[in-house]
């Protein structure tokens, strides 16, 4: 069985006119979806730019052909009220001094990942883009060969899973068996997945019984938070402590899942807003020069591992599952910029380790990391890697080609 579905809308950003800096339009952006066939491509969608208004609610505007999807399209009432702290605060200081891997050690070139339509990577990955995981935030039933690991995606609203079926889970699960499956995509942005925090420990919960009885080899992927900052921190602990009061026991996760973007938490403004059931109006006020701070990026998931640690899930791997640059050459992210900023971050994940890390993997704190994106005709250009209409490398991609290729020679 096969559904499509139109695109869903992705963040808002910030837009400035030519005559003054202090104006500022909302970019409402389509997340890039795609087909459920085995040769799934981005979709397309129209940009929309409207003036900033403060009472605003952006809504999903997903489509579905199937009646047993069912989109999210309205913020839930539900709230709780959190005083998320000004700025981060380091808890723990990032070493790489003499931490010995063990048997759950990934050899450095294996810990690379790459989003977007399939198409588009097979090509790029044909040409000589080499990543080893694949995400395209669908379930497949035909996932891409090759020597690639395709993660399945279950997509969410707060009614239930939406974008697949039971069915299709199902048929993606005799036929990948041992695969990883994410729970929900951004579940803490109001555009995108959208459920209160109470609502996805019951959506998770039904997710990972319905695969585990299929298949015990399964690894369940937490969604991921579409950043590592307190308020978001705040929404997870709200999802672990419902998992606890209504199941009885903790949240059972095999595999740990953060996004590593850099962006505003103010309800009504530009960046992710506020996460749906959460009571307050900011949280990180983040502004355009920092999107592309390796310190805040380091610091962000240095943090994140310290409260997986306290939270009890410090012997857990950990997956970036997006990061990337998102805002436009224009504001001053051009492909120098945005090279720059991915191969520090690939020195960063590569080399940052602590107590708090995964053990089993020489005590590093991120174990895989999904760039955004492969190709993209029309939201976040900056950022791809592969041109695919005229199937050729960026210059960006040919700078992960360069580091990828230096670190294989390296042994890594």
């Given at each position: 069985?096969?559904?499509?579905?139109?695109?869903?809308?992705?963040?808002?950003?910030?837009?400035?006119?030519?005559?003054?800096?202090?104006?500022?339009?909302?970019?409402?952006?389509?997340?890039?979806?795609?087909?459920?066939?085995?040769l799934a491509t981005a979709s397309k969608a129209t940009m929309v730019a409207e003036p900033l208004l403060p009472t605003r609610t952006p809504m999903a505007l997903d489509t579905?052909?199937?009646?047993?999807?069912?989109?999210?399209?309205?913020?839930?009432?539900?709230?709780?009220?959190?005083?998320?702290?000004?700025?981060?605060?380091?808890?723990?200081?990032?070493?790489?001094?003499?931490?010995?891997?063990?048997?759950?050690?990934?050899?450095?070139?294996?810990?690379?990942?790459?989003?977007?339509?399939?198409?588009?990577?097979?090509?790029?990955?044909?040409?000589?883009?080499?990543?080893?995981?694949?995400l395209n935030w669908h379930v497949m039933v035909d996932a891409p060969t090759r020597d690639i690991v395709f993660w399945q995606m279950v997509r969410l609203s707060e009614e239930g899973i939406r974008q697949t079926t039971w069915e299709m889970i199902e048929q993606a699960i005799e036929a990948y068996p041992g695969s990883n499956w994410l729970v929900g995509n951004e579940p803490d942005v109001k555009w995108q997945d959208n459920v209160t925090p109470e609502r996805y420990a019951e959506l998770y919960h039904d997710v990972y019984t319905f695969i585990k009885e299929r298949d015990p080899d399964a690894k369940l992927v937490i969604g991921g938070v579409s950043q590592?900052?307190?308020?978001?921190?705040?929404?997870?602990?709200?999802?672990?402590?419902?998992?606890?009061?209504?199941?009885?026991?903790?949240?059972?996760?095999d595999i740990w899942n953060v996004h590593a973007f850099t962006?505003?938490?103010?309800?009504?403004?530009?960046g992710v807003d506020i996460p749906p059931g959460m009571d307050v109006q900011t949280g990180m006020l983040y502004e355009i020069?920092?999107?592309?701070?390796?310190?805040?990026?380091?610091?962000?998931?240095?943090?994140?591992r310290a409260w997986m640690y306290e939270r009890g899930f410090g012997d857990k791997p950990l997956v970036v599952s997006e990061y990337g640059i998102l805002m436009p050459e224009d504001y001053g992210f051009d492909t120098a910029v945005i090279g720059k900023f991915m191969t520090e971050s690939f020195d960063m994940f590569l080399s940052l380790a602590n107590e708090t890390g995964y053990?089993?993997?020489?005590?590093?704190?991120?174990?895989?990391w999904f760039w955004y994106i492969v190709h993209e005709d029309d939201y976040y250009p900056t950022g791809i890697l592969f041109d695919y209409p005229n199937h050729r490398m960026t210059p960006?991609?040919?700078?992960?080609?360069?580091y990828v290729n230096r670190l294989s020679a390296d042994g890594g």
């Open positions: 069985m096969k559904s499509k579905s139109k695109s869903d809308n992705r963040w808002q950003l910030p837009a400035f006119t030519l005559f003054t800096a202090a104006f500022l339009s909302i970019l409402i952006i389509s997340y890039p979806g795609q087909t459920t066939s085995g579905v052909e199937s009646s047993t999807v069912v989109p999210a399209t309205a913020t839930p009432a539900s709230t709780k009220t959190v005083e998320p702290t000004p700025s981060p605060t380091p808890t723990v200081i990032a070493t790489t001094s003499s931490l010995l891997p063990g048997d759950g050690f990934i050899p450095d070139i294996e810990r690379f990942g790459m989003t977007g339509g399939i198409p588009e990577a097979m090509l790029a990955y044909d040409d000589g883009l080499q990543f080893s995981h694949l590592s900052t307190p308020l978001r921190r705040a929404y997870l602990d709200i999802v672990l402590d419902s998992y606890q009061a209504k199941y009885g026991e903790p949240m059972p996760v962006l505003r938490e103010e309800a009504d403004s530009w020069e920092d999107h592309n701070d390796v310190t805040i990026l380091r610091q962000n998931l240095i943090d994140f053990a089993a993997d020489g005590y590093r704190l991120v174990q895989w960006l991609g040919d700078i992960w080609i360069d």
